[in-house]
């Protein structure tokens, strides 16, 4: 029977060992992550050494991120070994893994005592009843469900540093595969740390629902930073929105102690379609798009196609289309090869976050899929155009003043049955409008922003008048004059 084993730390792998010929590859292949194993040895043994670990973009190398891999180990004549039985699994402080026959399983470092339901219960219900007594002089910041680490709160984090150095930065995340700022400290989902510091910290700071149960301490406050101006219904203003969820609507809201808005406009319709009363709302701008203002976005912009590989006089697309209510995965609408063959340029793909998790890498010639990239901000600068449908990154990218092509083949059916709008995108957008492929390429070919000149100031005006690249100052500010955090 062939042999498999799992290294520990500090370097986690997966070692295969087999008999006979020395295979010619050795990859390990999930959704989000593909690593190639050593090989040595050959004739009457053999080894392969898959590292549990990857660095992507440059980055640091890290845990996998956590999902179902398919081992494949396979001969120059095409023949591939099979049937793998592990002779030792070892503990990992970063991950933990298992593998059945060909299929490795990889997860976050949760002891498998909590890794269940009645083991979350335990956890929630010490931190219900548990006494806080004092405070801890920290922030608890989570990114779309801990699915990575950027938007707003990244940069309330970045300026929370700078401002009060002293302050502990936590951040939520889904495994280890997620890399934290410097100097913050990464707390996994469901460890009985991260329930924790979720009733020990000061002030959470979070651009998502909270989720779970969350009881409030004395003296603890919740900024809910939201993650985009809204194009499309939100919450209590959904098309169709039965009681129970509406309750939990309201409910959510009540744990929101400040909201934060980009711009007027977003501020009316959050207030109303979170029902959030009279509470404060903050609107500064967005912090995330600071860098989009800076006077060094050219330089960064720069530094970025480094990290993706990308020339420096490449013309680059980045494709941005927003999630769907009745699928999982980012929506298959464009050719993206195609796309990237017919215009010359090369395609960033950016899925919603909410197709991180179920969703698989986009691959192809001069097609780079960048959903599991940290912050988006980064991908905009980097950017020559957006391709976008109706995404909140409209109102974000446009602090660029680049070209935006927005497309929309399922218009009809997004506005009249999935969601709604807020306003008619055909008639204000700041850049072409089309239905096709082959419009969409033509446009982007022709590059003429002549005829959306007016459309895009006025744009700017009504969406981006306070971003100005001082939106994290401010809101750090705020959270600092109030008390809500100590320097």
Known sequence: MNQARFHAQPTPALVVQGTGARPARAILDGARARVAGTITGGGKTWRVVIPLHASRWSGPVLPLPSGEYVLTIEHADGTVESGWEP??????GTLRASLDGDRVTVGPPLDPAYDSWEGQAALERRYATRPTDVLENAVFFESFYGRNVGDNPLAIDRELARRAPGVTRYWSVIDLSVPVPDGAVPIVEGTPDWWRVRGAARLLVVNDWLRRRFERRRGQHVIQTWHGTPLKRLALQRPGFDPRRALAVIREARRWDVLLAQNPYGARILRRAYAFGRKPLWVEGYPRNDVLAAGDASRAGAAVRRLLGVGAHERVLLYAPTWRDDREQIVQFLELEALAADTGAVVLVR??????????????????????????????????ALITDYSSVMFDFSVT???????????????????????????????????????????????????????????????????DGHAAERVVARILDQGLIER
Do not use: C
Request: hydrophobic residues 40%.
């Open 87 to 92: 002779v030792a699994l070892t503990k990992l």
């Open 401 to 467: 003043g680049k070209p935006m092509y927005f497309f929309v083949p399922d218009m009809e059916h997004y506005r009249g049955q999935l969601r709604g709008f807020y306003f008619d995108l055909a008639a204000r957008a700041p850049g072409p409008v089309v239905r096709t492929q082959e419009e969409l390429t033509a446009a982007i070919v022709r590059d003429d922003p002549v005829p959306y000149a007016d459309k895009y100031a006025t744009w700017r005006q009504t969406f981006n008048a306070r971003e």
């Open 351 to 384: 899925g919603h976050s909410r197709t991180l998790l179920p969703g698989r890498d986009a691959a192809g010639s001069r097609v780079i899929d960048v959903t599991a990239f940290g912050d988006t901000a980064q991908l905009m600068l980097a950017a020559d």
